[in-house]
């Protein structure tokens, strides 16, 4: 399994691809899956706001396309000092495609990693299990 170095590596490198040219907010997401292989991705902006993608959202579509079934780990990076959580939606997919132990790692600084379980961001998330009640 990739270590957590590794996977904030791939996020910053991700990150610098970013097409954001209206936010200035570049953003890069980095996910190690079940199989232990890293899938990374970046926010993409477009003119008619808000229609764009998130770096969380670009990573776990590269993961799906790549047969990766759950999110073990996954860090999100900006260029800002501030650690940079995903927003509603993004908390949704990675709830979707995550187990209980996944943990979400946000940098901060720069150099200090803030870490959270998918609980901590979206508690009580609708999840497939809600829908096997029909």
């Keep these: 399994m990739p270590d957590l170095n590794q996977l ?3 996020a910053q490198q991700a990150m610098q691809r970013a097409y954001a040219p209206y936010s200035q907010f570049k953003v890069g997401a980095a996910i190690v899956d079940n199989r232990g292989d890293i899938h990374a991705g970046c926010n993409v902006e477009n003119s008619a706001y808000p229609i764009g993608c998130c770096a969380e959202q670009a990573a776990v579509s590269a993961m799906v396309l790549a047969n990766g079934t759950s999110i073990e780990d ?3 990076v900006s260029e800002h000092k501030n650690p940079c ?3 509603g939606a993004c908390r949704q997919i990675i709830a979707e495609h995550s187990q209980k132990n996944t943990r979400i790692h946000l940098l901060h600084d720069n150099d200090r990693v803030i870490s959270y379980s998918v ?3 979206l508690p009580q998330a609708f999840t497939p ?4 009640n029909r």
């Design 8 to 10: 904030i590596k791939a």
């Design 74 to 76: 996954i860090v999100i």
């Design 85 to 87: 959580p995903p927003c």
């Design 119 to 121: 609980d901590d961001l």
């Design 129 to 132: 299990a809600h829908l096997d």
